[in-house]
């Protein structure tokens, strides 16, 4: 066997169908793209139409498989309309990535019910609704993988974690109670948790340089995250090579729990 033949057998996502939310931005962009170059077809869904429409056509033109919703996660019914309008592109999802992700970090005393609401609906609801919408389906056809994304706040106050580490927290449990119904049938379902990258959703903190500089010196690794230091972390958990691994969180932050 060439050692392509044995790499495929672990880890090809050939045949695949991946839904990828917050796939337009940040990390789950990075795993929108490293899905599609392991071989699966992506769906990626957020909001903004000209960042989806981006990453999808830098996608296609190295000839990976992509399609684009816009919708909003925010509220119920928009989780229920992006879902049936994901499975029109490919057919229904073998791999469900939950990256969509707010952080309004209001500090604690001046939360808004406004703001724990709308943190909860992105955070935590779509995920679990978008599991209950593609998870029995995974369990009947015997293979699924539910990959979300967490926090450090998950397991650690961290800058203002207020509603954001909350709702983090929860999605692990999700994780857990997730694997627990549907591992007996293949389906797989774990977290992946960063430590701190520069994006769009900490744009304040990741332009302080001194906050980045102590937060890189946290690391053991000695630097920030990148979006692509999680593309192999998602391809292992969304295939073949991870079936017995579930119900966990998957560190992917340079050492920074641990330091
Ligand atoms: N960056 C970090 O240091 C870090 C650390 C720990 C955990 N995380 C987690 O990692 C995930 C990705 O974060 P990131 O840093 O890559 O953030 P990002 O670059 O800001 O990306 C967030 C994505 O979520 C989408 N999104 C936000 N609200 C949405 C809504 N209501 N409906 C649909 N899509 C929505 C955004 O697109 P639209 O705005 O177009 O909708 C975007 O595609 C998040 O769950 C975050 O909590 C990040």
């Given at each position: 066997m060439s050692s392509q033949t044995y790499l495929s057998s672990l880890f090809s996502l050939d045949g695949r169908v991946a839904v990828v939310t917050?796939?337009?931005?940040?990390i789950g962009r990075a795993i929108a793209g490293a899905l599609a170059r392991a071989g699966a077809s992506v769906v990626i869904v957020a909001r903004k139409e000209a960042q989806l429409v981006a990453t999808v056509e830098e996608l296609t033109a190295e000839g990976c498989r992509a399609a684009w919703v816009s919708g909003d996660l925010g509220s119920r019914e928009g989780v229920r309309t992006a879902a049936e309008r994901a499975v029109?592109?490919?057919?229904?999802?073998?791999i469900l990535v939950n990256s969509a992700g707010i952080n309004l970090r209001p500090p604690m005393g001046e939360l808004s019910e406004e703001v724990w609401d709308s943190t909860m609906a992105v955070n935590l609801e779509a995920p679990y609704l978008l599991g209950e919408r593609f998870g029995p389906g995974m369990a009947e056809r015997g293979f699924g993988r539910i990959i979300h994304i967490t926090s450090q706040q998950a397991h650690r106050a961290f800058v203002r974690s207020g509603a954001y580490g909350v709702s983090k927290g929860a999605v692990e449990s999700l994780a857990r109670s997730q694997a627990e119904a549907w591992s007996p049938y293949g389906v797989t379902c774990n977290t992946l948790v960063p430590g701190f990258v520069p994006s769009p959703l900490n744009a304040r903190l990741s332009s302080d340089p001194e906050m980045v500089a102590a937060l890189a010196a946290r690391t053991m690794v000695g630097r920030n995250g990148l979006a692509e230091d999680f593309a192999g972390a998602a391809v292992f958990l969304a295939s073949?090579?991870?079936?017995?691994?579930?119900?966990q969180a998957v560190?992917?932050?340079?050492?920074f729990s641990v330091h």
């Open positions: 917050g796939g337009s931005s940040g029109k592109a490919h057919g229904e999802p073998d073949r090579a991870s079936a017995y691994v579930t119900g560190f992917v932050d340079g050492g």
